[in-house]
């Protein structure tokens, strides 16, 4: 009975830990349904940022991106998401909190997934979009947002982020409620508990 | 045994069939520059200059960083660095081969000379030199060759073309400058040979490198071929068009660069030479051109300050009607009909379907026109008016215009593919400074 029992507290760690990961909920998601005419430029002096909220304890899994080559990009150009935290001037990008390298793929979503970017307290952040190599990319914008819109935008052509109004730009940020690592650790601790109590009532 | 290999092709067949959908749609769905990337470009704008005349500047009783204020970091230099520091910054990160600078790089406006009354009256104080219009100049000059000279560090090789403001005299200007540092210039806005000297002197190391390939081809990544325009021989002259009476060397030039998708053909165009201004060489021009085809130039890009078509930014007709305010005949169609007119011009654009970047009018269009001799019917040339790198506005703050970035700080950078097609993309920036944006996009421009 206690094997069994042990045996089902696993299986429901493996399983918790699993659904999480499938149910990684949108926190950002600027996306609507059809583009406008505006058209922002990503290059190495021209960078995007758009602001969003997370409550206490929420895991950033994935970044994505809705980027256009234009006249100019192809696939392999990189460009780096940046979390920036809101502590800027006048609640601006400010902390560099988290980077991680994407390239440019094909016209539409490009970015990085199964992310584990967790230590983040309940607050608001920037996601921005920076390049530092020759990648010349083109952010298409929507004329309405998706299902989380950004609470705000900002650019940096060079000079320091400034808010930007009259322009959007896509981006998605997934994130789950707990740290998935917290799962993976308590099912292995859990097996190994379980095997360990197995070892010792064998002898 | 062949049930079997029946069975199998018809397996294959299957997997072949769903292989070169996959690929087809993967090849549909990539970018155009993907499939066919690009071997060379350049980016133009013109008329980065600021201007200390009243009511030039718009919104002037806001503070920076707000269009047209006159910065008092700019007010000596007559610069509008804070724009066009920002345009040079983006178009080095675009990486663009050449920069062309369509004129009005400088206020200028004056005449380059000694002033006449110093031969006889010595300049008593640092400031009757300093203020003379010969020094201004230069220094202005100067100015402007530093700020873009970083852009040679990053692989941009900057070329200039003449605008009104380094060869012409503006009689008017000379309210504002010092008596004694004063040369006398007939009223009206005419060129001078002494300022087309000084022109020279601040750009013609940026030319002759087209021969001479110190840094051209160390910056730019290949050498430039058949240079003409160097000299006043293969420069315009009085046999190419009778009207020219001074030495256009380095004023009027011409370049190939041989690519993988065909020799690209560039033609640099004085439009306001000595004697003649607001026209074209037509005659240098033509048969320019002409010798370029003929050793199998294939795109041609031809640069100048004045446009052949102004733009009606307002949209109530070309004209000096106040109620309601026209804007003024502004480029080469001053004169339309004569034989070295605006006509004439657009005839041999026609002719070899070559696309026309000019500056002057203070605003950015981009936009197609029919020879108007209706000789050369089959193309339909573009003309790309950017005189937006940072002058004053010519549409005002607060008053309508014709389309929403008419007040944008814009610039057009040129893309060959390796297929030979050509395109183009115009970039921008509000009025306020906001994001960079894509204000327009040609596929198709040759």
Avoid at chain 1, 23 to 44: E, I, K, W
Avoid at chain 1, 65 to 83: P, R
Avoid at chain 2, 51 to 62: I, S, W
Wanted: net charge negative; proline share 4%; with cysteine.
């Amino acid at each position: 009975m206690k094997k069994f029992n042990y045996l089902w507290l696993y299986m429901l760690l493996v399983m918790g830990a699993v659904s999480n990961n499938a149910h990684a909920g949108l926190v950002l998601d600027t996306v609507g349904t059809s583009v406008n005419n505006s058209m922002l430029t990503l290059d190495s002096n021209d960078f995007v940022a758009a602001e969003f909220s997370l409550v206490d304890g929420q895991v950033i899994t994935d970044l994505k991106a809705y980027i256009n080559a234009g006249n100019s990009g192809v696939a392999g150009d990189g460009f780096t998401f940046h979390l920036y935290s809101a502590d800027g001037k006048a609640g601006l990008p400010g902390t560099d909190l988290y980077s991680v390298d994407s390239t440019y793929q094909a016209d539409g979503w490009n970015g990085v997934s199964n992310l584990n970017v967790s230590g983040l307290t309940a607050g608001n952040y920037w996601l921005a979009l920076e390049v530092s190599g020759s990648s010349n990319l083109e952010l298409p914008g929507f004329s309405t947002s998706g299902s989380a819109p950004a609470l705000a935008y900002a650019f940096n052509a060079g000079s320091g982020y400034s808010i930007m109004t009259g322009a959007n730009f896509g981006v998605q940020v997934s994130s789950v409620p707990l740290p998935a690592a917290f799962w993976l650790f308590g099912s292995s601790l859990c097996s190994f508990l379980f095997s360990m109590r197995r070892k010792s009532s064998s002898l | 045994m062949s049930k079997y290999n029946a069975k199998n092709k018809k397996k294959l067949s299957v997997v072949m069939l769903t292989f070169m959908s996959a690929a087809y749609l993967s090849c549909f769905s990539m970018s155009a520059s993907a499939a066919d990337p690009v071997i060379f470009s350049f980016s133009t704008i013109g008329d980065t200059r600021q201007d200390p005349g009243a009511g030039k500047a718009d919104k002037t009783a806001l503070l920076p960083p707000i269009t047209g204020t006159l910065l008092p970091q700019d007010a000596q230099w007559l610069q509008n660095t804070h724009a066009w520091a920002r345009i040079l910054r983006t178009v080095q990160s675009q990486k663009a081969n050449l920069l062309f600078v369509n004129g009005d790089m400088i206020m200028g406006y004056g005449r380059a000379a000694v002033p006449p009354t110093w031969s006889t009256t010595a300049p008593a104080t640092p400031s009757d030199v300093v203020n003379s219009d010969l020094v201004n100049f230069y220094t202005q000059y100067a100015y402007w060759r530093g700020m873009v000279a970083n852009s040679f560090e990053t692989g941009t090789y900057v070329l200039p073309v003449a605008g009104n403001h380094e060869v012409q005299c503006n009689s008017a200007n000379l309210t504002t400058t010092p008596v004694l540092s004063r040369s006398v210039c007939v009223t009206g806005k005419t060129a001078y040979a002494e300022n087309e000297d000084a022109w020279r002197a601040n750009m013609g190391d940026l030319i002759s490198d087209l021969t001479t390939n110190q840094r051209f081809q160390s910056v730019v990544g290949t050498n430039a071929l058949n240079v003409s325009g160097l000299n006043a021989t293969t420069a315009p002259n009085s046999i190419t068009d009778s009207s020219i009476s001074t030495n256009q060397a380095d004023l009027s030039y011409s370049f190939d660069i041989q690519t993988a998708a065909g020799l690209l053909h560039f033609v640099v165009i004085n439009t306001d030479p000595v004697g003649f201004d607001s026209h074209a060489p037509v005659g240098w021009l033509a048969a320019d051109l002409f010798n370029a085809k003929s050793r199998g130039a294939a795109k041609f890009f031809v640069f100048g300050h004045k446009p052949a078509f102004t733009y009606d930014y307002l949209g109530n007709g070309l004209g000096t009607g106040t109620a309601p305010p026209q804007v003024g005949i502004a480029g080469l169609d001053n004169d339309i009909a004569g034989p070295s007119g605006r006509n004439i011009f657009w005839q041999i654009i026609a002719q070899y379907n070559a696309t026309y970047f000019c500056g002057h009018e203070h605003t950015t269009k981009i936009d197609q026109h029919v020879d108007p001799t209706n000789t050369y019917t089959s193309a339909n040339p573009w003309q790309v008016l950017v005189g937006s790198g940072g002058s004053p506005f010519d549409p005002k703050f607060g008053v309508a215009s014709v389309s929403s970035t008419d007040r944008y700080y814009a610039w057009a950078t040129v893309r060959v593919h390796q297929s030979g097609n050509v395109t183009l993309d115009a970039y921008g920036f509000s009025d306020s400074f906001g994001p960079t944006q894509v204000i327009q996009t040609i596929p198709n421009l040759q």
